[in-house]
């Protein structure tokens, strides 16, 4: 049986798409070799030598960064940044964009949280890379704090691969949103997951709720809605949470249901990062039919202020995301 491997997939819609110069064909091809790299790396961690742990060092997220963190930065930053492909670099573990030098820059802006789940490595449970491709919008050469603040709306790509069970990469160009898996007998992705569609309403909803004493009453509200019973409206909702933004992205993007992040006492700017976090799943979100919301607006029409700005996140299923949105706004919850 003929399998179609992630490369051929880029290529195919790359012939597909008026005025293709195959520089977006090459970028991607880079990235997945940084993460098959990661995804090796990943699984050697506990056996490799001096992989696991931290570093000593802070990142600009005030986050001890962990070894494995810092290889996984490093890489993407190395390929990608050497591939002709891009003007610049921006990663959440970097407090500047990397500028490449002019000689060397190509039409393309690259976001990445280069290893979420930093928390969890030491555990041996899901992580993932996030990343982000935008073109650069300004005339010239220079590279811009325009083209380095666009709204999520503009993005040309999105992504994310988990390193689970197994190694996937989900992908959407705006095509659609597909999935991929690592055979590693043979060091390819191959399609595994094609066109994948998030169920209009699930059944799960994904919070630390932990925090809940520090929790808006609007969310508290919505949370206590969500675990009510009601059949008739597919209540109770059952909690599943993991503490990885790709790991219940995953899941969520698979099974249906709602991921919330919201601001709270000690984050009243919400915590999930725009550029890094928040645009690419929601990216990826919407083109699978899903939603992505801070509460009270579509995560794709915020211009950044910063590079590092932090947003509340809700992400899922339509139904599921407006009737957070509903709840949030103040508007008063269907009987429970």
């Not at 029409?301 to 706004?329: M, N, W, Y």
Request: aromatic content about 8%; proline content about 5%.
């Amino acid at each position: 049986m003929q399998r179609t491997t992630l490369v051929q997939h880029i290529r195919q819609r790359g012939f597909s798409t008026p005025g293709a110069t195959g520089e977006f064909t090459s970028l991607m091809n880079e990235i997945i070799v940084a993460a098959k790299i990661v995804s090796l790396e990943v699984n050697r961690a506990g056996i490799g030598e001096d992989i696991l742990g931290l570093t000593g060092k802070i990142n600009v997220q005030g986050e001890e960064v962990q070894k494995l963190d810092e290889f996984a930065d490093l890489t993407f930053s190395t390929i990608i940044g050497q591939s002709g492909t891009v003007c610049a670099i921006c990663s959440e573990e970097k407090d500047e964009p990397y500028i490449v030098p002019e000689e060397d820059r190509g039409k393309y802006i690259f976001m990445m949280d280069p290893l979420d789940g930093s928390s969890n490595i030491d555990v041996n449970v899901g992580i993932g890379s996030i990343f982000s491709i935008y073109r650069k919008i300004s005339a010239g050469n220079e590279v811009t704090e325009a083209d380095l603040r666009q709204p999520g709306h503009q993005q040309v790509a999105a992504g994310y691969v988990i390193y689970g069970s197994s190694t996937m990469f989900v992908l959407t160009t705006g095509q659609g949103v597909d999935g991929f898996t690592l055979d590693p007998s043979l060091g390819e992705f191959f399609l595994s997951h094609p066109d994948l569609r998030i169920p209009e309403q699930g059944s799960t909803y994904s919070i630390n709720e932990g925090n809940m004493e520090i929790w808006d009453k609007e969310q508290q509200q919505l949370v206590s809605h969500l675990k009510a019973s009601d059949p008739a409206t597919q209540r109770p909702y059952k909690l599943r949470y993991i503490g990885t933004l790709v790991s219940d992205f995953h899941r969520t993007l698979l099974k249906g249901g709602i991921f919330m992040y919201p601001q709270d006492k000690n984050s009243p700017q919400g915590k999930l990062r725009y550029a890094f976090e928040a645009a690419p799943m929601a990216y990826i979100v919407e083109h699978a039919g899903g939603r992505a919301s801070t509460g009270t607006q579509r995560i794709l029409d915020i211009v950044p202020d910063e590079l590092h700005q932090r947003v509340p996140l809700f992400v899922g299923s339509t139904r599921d995301v407006e009737l957070a949105e509903k709840i949030l706004s103040g508007a008063e919850c269907a009987p429970n």
